[in-house]
């Protein structure tokens, strides 16, 4: 069963447009809700987290926006550049030392 | 720190053989995960460690593999005998929270081809 489900799969933008990417979950128990990005050849690595008491958060030209009540979240990414291409994943999991929960990743491509 | 270490980086090898992964984790982290993607499946939890002891296997897809964490600066992956199946990119990733609030520190991967 996945807990954490992840759309699109991959995802094609214009320099300077905005990507979006979308994640639901399942469990009601996930208070912790990070984004990891990987690019080819290397392991993820933490772009930006988020926990359920705000509804967005921002880090420069990156939003993660929190649904609470529809168990969602996405990330957002402004100005797109050519050197955002990478593959994302969103994850979650919930106080007590669990291990975070992957959703399959988003391959984004951003073309001049 | 030097960060995630893992080998070896490509590892191919035929069906039926043993194969060893390993990763020496960031010191100070009491947390050591190891990881699995394919295509397919994403990124899949197989197996983590806290302070070299094993927490939850249930990742695991069978007995043929198994892990190791003899000390806080080292763990194995083994996969004994390896089948095609089982060709993914490893991914080992260290811990000072347990992932739920820390930040994953992972290595570059192994890509293991089983032929």
């Known amino acids: 069963q996945q807990q954490v489900k992840q759309s699109p799969q991959s995802l094609i933008v214009q320099k300077g447009g905005i990507s979006i990417i979308n994640c639901a979950y399942e469990?009601?128990?996930?208070?912790?809700f990070p984004w990891y990005q990987q690019f080819p050849g290397k392991g993820p690595a933490l772009l930006i987290a988020?926990?359920?008491?705000?509804s967005e958060k921002k880090e420069g030209r990156f939003t993660i926006s929190f649904n609470k009540s529809a168990k969602q979240f996405s990330l957002h990414i402004m100005d797109s550049q050519p050197g955002d291409s990478a593959t994302y994943f969103c994850a979650a999991s919930y106080s007590g030392n669990t291990p975070l929960v992957f959703g399959k990743g988003t391959r984004l491509s951003v073309i001049a | 720190d030097a960060g995630v270490i893992q080998s070896p980086r490509h590892e191919v090898t035929e069906m039926g053989q043993e194969v060893t992964l390993r990763c020496k984790p960031i010191s100070g982290h009491d947390y050591l995960f190891w990881y699995r993607q394919t295509m397919m499946r994403g990124l899949e939890l197989l197996i983590y460690f806290n302070n070299n002891v094993p927490i939850d296997d249930s990742g695991m897809p069978e007995d043929r593999f198994s892990a190791k964490m003899p000390n806080a600066s080292f763990s194995t992956l083994k996969i004994q005998p390896s089948e095609p199946r089982d060709s993914a990119v490893y991914f080992c990733?260290?811990?000072?929270?347990?992932?739920?609030?820390?930040?994953?520190?992972f290595g570059e991967g192994s890509r293991l081809t089983v032929l």
């Open positions: 988020i926990r359920p008491d705000v």
């Open positions: 469990n009601t128990a996930f208070d912790y």
């Open positions: 990733a260290s811990s000072s929270l347990g992932g739920d609030t820390g930040e994953l520190f």
